[in-house]
């Protein structure tokens, strides 16, 4: 989580990232729970 950060404070558009990277993760995990679901 440390790393994260300081990779995403190093970025200009830092909170573009952490949007699309936010958003990634949580389709990710929608979409597995959904497979494990059926």
């Known amino acids: 989580m440390n790393l ?3 990779v995403t404070r190093e970025l ?3 909170p ?3 949007g699309l990277f936010a958003f990634g ?3 990710l995990l929608l979409y ?3 497979r494990i679901d059926r």
């Open 12 to 14: 200009p558009a830092s």
């Open 32 to 34: 597995l729970t959904l």
């Open 25 to 27: 993760v949580l389709s």
């Open 16 to 18: 573009v990232f952490f």
């Open 4 to 6: 994260l950060s300081e």
